[in-house]
Structure formats: C-alpha cells, structure tokens
C-alpha cells in the first residue's frame, strides 16, 4: 500500500462481498485506515512490550489525512514513552465509586418500578453486611446440622468500583449465599441463595453497562462479576411452585381471612388479583382510566413483556370495582392513604403476615398466579388461553401469536375460575 494521501483514502473502497478492510501506510508503521460501508477510520496500531495497542484516531471527513497522521506520530511517542492518551482520558470514569457505578446505571437505563426497588435491595448487599451464615453450603440432600457462624462484610460503596477484584466477588458472593435471613434464624433456617443470585445479577449489570458506555474494555477492564460463571458459582435456583390449594380447607379459611381483614381495601387487592391471574404491581397500579364498567372490561397497559392487554370482568371482580368506587379516595384503583405512592404497597407485606396467621397458610402474592393457573389447568381451560391470560409473551409459541383467543374465550374461562373457586367458600 503506498503512502496515505488525501486522494488516495478518497478513492479507497470495498470490493464486493466485503464488511470491512484494513490499509496501511507505508510510511508510518501502524498509522492505517479501516474502510467500511459507511466511513473510513484512521487507527494507530503498534507493539507496546508484549502487548499490542490499537488506538481510534479519529473519522475521515472529520479529520483529514495529515491531520490523522500528525496525531498518529504524537500518540507513537507518548505510548513509546508509557503513557497512554486514551487511558489518561478515562481514568476519571473508573475512579467512581460503586455508589456511582449503580448511581449512573439506574439514571441511564429505564427499568420498571419493580426492578429499581430490587435494584436498591440489591445494593444494600455491598453495604457493610452483619450476620450469621452457615459455615459451610448446606447440602440438600443430607439430614446433617451445619453450623452458623457470624458474618461481617465491610462496605464496598465508597470504593472505586475498578479496584474491586475477582478474588473479592467470590469471597463476598460465597458469604451471601450462605447467609440465613435474621427472622430465619430460630425456624428451620436457609441460605438466601436467590437474593444472592439477583443482588451479584445486577452488580455485573451495572459493570457491563458501564464498560459498554466508556469502552472500558479497550483498557483491559473486565467485569469481575465474570469470575462467578467461569468458577461455577452461581447457585442453582429451583423454580418455586408453591400454591394455594382450592380444594382444601385452607383456602377457605383464607378467602374468608382475606374477606374479613381489617383494611377493606387490602383485602380487595389480594382477591381481585386471584381472580384476574394478575401481577401483583400491575393490580397494584390500575388506575380508574383503566377500568371500562360499560363494557366490564379492565385495561393492563405497559406490562411486563411491554405489551397491552384487556380482559373481561367477571361477577365477583366488578363487585370488588364497584366498591372500590364507592371508597375512592384518588386515581388508583386501589387507592392507599398510608401509602406515599397513594395505592396499596406491592407487596402488603403488613396484610400478608396477619392473613398467614389468620388461616395458617404460608403463601405470597406470586403464589396467586400458580393457583390461577393450576385451577385452570384442573378446569380443563386450553393452555394458549391461560398462557394469555397470564400475559406470557405470545413469543414463546407462534401459534398464539397468530391466534390470540376471544374475548369470549377469556370471559369463560375467568368465569369458570370464580364459580369454582366461590362454591368453594
């Protein structure tokens, strides 16, 4: 390749079938052009030590050719002499904090309500962390008692988040995950492996939004959360499967503790959500522009696969509306005074614990969902039916893409949902 010259990166092309080509300057060693499809990039490419450096200097058309090269010659020099531009350029980037790390991945990436609470749980895991933990992982299939032994991790916030290493994410992810919650401790006590799991899940989030964002990884940056794939230290996270029996005595004595429990609208809350199959926040933040008494129809916008959905109102679920209506005190449905967000908190933990004790049923609001869609599956409704109701991405199977069921459909099988539960109670 002869000496780059203004007319000569002009003329350069790509022949045919070709993504990208590479032309080097005879004269500078290292100083070259990348030519793609839509532009032309000067680079500077050379051997530093063992290691091979290859710097962006700039776009053609915005820099000319001399311009390209002068940089080239200044940037040879100073890597020549151990100090590299483009290292000096992001050193304030990886002088932030973790607190900062999180701070600019949470203002920079939209996430849904739920997930920033979860977000900032997570945080609280790289705070200074005091505790008891097992001293070794349980075994699950052994009947052998482990010991717990006291914890106490340091905070990791106020560091910069480059200085932490590898070696620290195992000892602090290992200590975690054997940690047993403090209201675990005198009954049948477990390690919090999947707070663990999701608090290190979004760490390596934040880390790789950040190296992505400043090219971090041009440094040698590495995301240290890595080390948790690569040493198989991942937990492995049983999907749960717990549920609210209908066909027991259980669920009535719940039904009614629900029914009865002080704060009507609470209880309301957790019923309506059982017979719709529903989310818990997306319940949680209906609002009375979503609900259509006309046409007993309730709207669920923005949902967790970023689709709409309307789905028809059965008896019991209009009664509840309606007498939400009658109490309404602002724009959510389930309007909450002691709330800052003005609705009922997601989940009423408060209501939760009292209504265990009442019917001395464990369960959680997540534990609706799988009783909604193990009665339906007893009912015999068609699985694309509940997968809908259910607001499952209409990925997951092509045919319920094309084929969404009815309107009709739905009110038939939430109908055939409320009798079988309400003759129940």
Not at 49 to 67: A, N
């Amino acid at each position: 390749m002869p000496k780059l010259t203004q007319s000569v990166v002009k003329s350069l092309t790509l022949a045919s079938g070709e993504s990208q080509k590479f032309y080097m300057d005879d004269e500078l060693t290292g100083f070259g052009v990348r030519v793609s499809p839509t532009k032309k990039v000067f680079y500077l490419q050379m051997r530093v030590g063992h290691k091979v450096m290859k710097r962006r200097l700039g776009e053609y058309g915005i820099k000319s050719v001399d311009q390209a090269r002068k940089l080239a010659l200044q940037m040879k020099a100073q890597l020549q002499s151990g100090v590299d531009p483009y290292a000096a350029k992001i050193k304030g980037v990886t002088d932030g904090t973790l607190d900062e790390l999180f701070a600019e991945y949470t203002k920079d990436v939209e996430h849904k309500e739920n997930t920033r609470i979860s977000i900032e749980r997570a945080k609280k895991k790289f705070c200074d962390v005091f505790g008891q933990a097992f001293k070794t992982k349980p075994n699950g299939r052994s009947v052998e008692t482990v010991e717990l032994v006291p914890v106490q991790l340091a905070s990791w916030m106020k560091r910069r988040y480059r200085d932490i290493t590898q070696d620290e994410v195992l000892a602090r992810f290992d200590a975690i995950s054997r940690m047993v919650p403090a209201r675990k401790i005198g009954d049948k006590p477990a390690p919090i492996t999947r707070t663990a799991n999701q608090a290190f899940k979004y760490l390596q989030a934040a880390y790789n939004y950040v190296i992505r964002k400043h090219g971090l990884t041009k440094t040698g940056f590495e995301n240290p959360v890595d080390i948790l794939k690569t040493a198989r230290r991942w937990s492995r996270i049983n999907r749960r499967n717990s549920f609210l029996n209908t066909s027991q005595p259980s669920f009535v004595q719940w039904w009614r503790a629900c029914v009865d429990y002080e704060s009507r609208v609470a209880g309301d809350y957790i019923l309506f959500t059982l017979l719709q199959g529903g989310r818990s926040i997306e319940c949680a933040t209906l609002k009375w522009g979503d609900i259509d008494f006309k046409k007993r129809e309730v709207a669920y916008r923005d949902t967790k696969n970023g689709l709409d959905y309307v789905f028809p109102l059965t008896p019991l679920a209009l009664a509840i509306l309606e007498r939400r209506r009658k109490e309404k005190i602002n724009d959510f449905v389930f309007g909450y005074k002691e709330s800052r967000t003005g609705r009922i908190p997601c989940p009423p933990q408060q209501a939760i614990k009292k209504i265990r004790r009442a019917c001395g049923e464990h369960w959680s609001m997540h534990d609706l969902r799988r009783t909604f869609t193990t009665t339906m599956t007893s009912l015999n409704v068609h699985a694309f039916t509940i997968a809908y109701l259910m607001k499952h991405s209409p990925t997951i199977t092509m045919t319920l893409s094309y084929a969404p069921p009815t309107k009709e459909q739905l009110l038939d099988a939430l109908v055939r949902f409320e009798q079988h539960v309400s003759t129940r109670v």
